[in-house]
């Protein structure tokens, strides 16, 4: 894995200061709170300075490349930077169910579900944490972590951030919500989000490049997921804006 040649050259920690720097006047999502969450202040995502994990487990229910036989590594961060009245996983996104996590503990959970033959460590709503996440795998790679890790975000992540997380994800998931931003703002409070999406996916694609599998297994690349809304008939036609 990439993100192991990164820790070894002390590149990974050069990243990890950078970013938990950022937390200080916190822009680490495009909504840019600039709350210290350092010293717990909370912005829109709800989250201070660790991150909150509702659960983790070998989950069989995501796309079939990560899956296989196995199942795929999920952890489910609490909070969200998005407030999407239709989430699936309210309870988790808007109400906070969870439990504050240090970066120690996140790191054994990740060769945990590792131990458990899970083909990747799946990230799920990783954006408004990717600090503390890179916290934590720094002591994971110390336990023999070694396999991909995915970015499962909904989508409006800032590019500068995920320039650095180049060559430490293998494989980003982002949903791509809309095409319309009259539906992001009202279903999701936010603004600009196709704009924001298009770009951060762009920046996706450059780095881990097409789905590479091997044996039916994900091992880099980039899946993009559509979301259907019922009773509404727009359509994305991400093609003609470059994606």
């Not at 509702?54 to 909070?79: A, Q």
Request: contains cysteine; hydrophobic residues 35%; positive net charge.
């Amino acid at each position: 894995m990439n993100y192991i040649e990164l820790y070894k050259s002390s590149e990974l920690k050069k990243r990890i200061k950078k970013m938990m720097n950022l937390l200080e006047s916190c822009e680490i999502c495009p909504n840019r709170c600039r709350v210290n969450r350092i010293k717990n202040e909370e912005g829109l995502c709800n989250t201070g300075r660790y991150s909150y994990i509702s659960s983790y487990n070998p989950h069989f229910g995501e796309e079939t490349p990560l899956v296989g036989i196995y199942g795929s590594g999920t952890i489910f961060f609490t909070n969200c930077n998005l407030k999407c009245v239709y989430c699936q996983n309210y309870d988790i996104s808007q109400e906070g169910k969870g439990k504050e996590i240090t970066p120690e503990r996140l790191a054994d959970i990740m060769i945990s579900l590792q131990s458990k033959g899970c083909h990747n460590i799946n990230l799920v709503s990783p954006t408004h944490v990717i600090a503390q996440m890179l916290e934590a795998l720094q002591y994971a790679i110390e336990k023999g972590l070694k396999i991909p890790l995915v970015y499962n975000s909904n989508g409006y992540d800032d590019v500068k951030i995920l320039e650095i997380l180049e060559g430490i994800i293998d494989i980003y998931m982002p949903d791509f919500k809309y095409g319309d931003d009259n539906f992001a703002e009202k279903h999701s409070g936010i603004k600009n989000y196709f704009n924001i999406a298009c770009k951060a996916i762009k920046e996706m694609q450059r780095q881990v490049g097409d789905l590479s599998l091997e044996k039916g297994i994900a091992k880099k690349g980039l899946i993009i997921r559509h979301l259907v809304l019922p009773k509404y008939n727009v359509s994305i036609q991400a093609g003609i804006y470059g994606i």
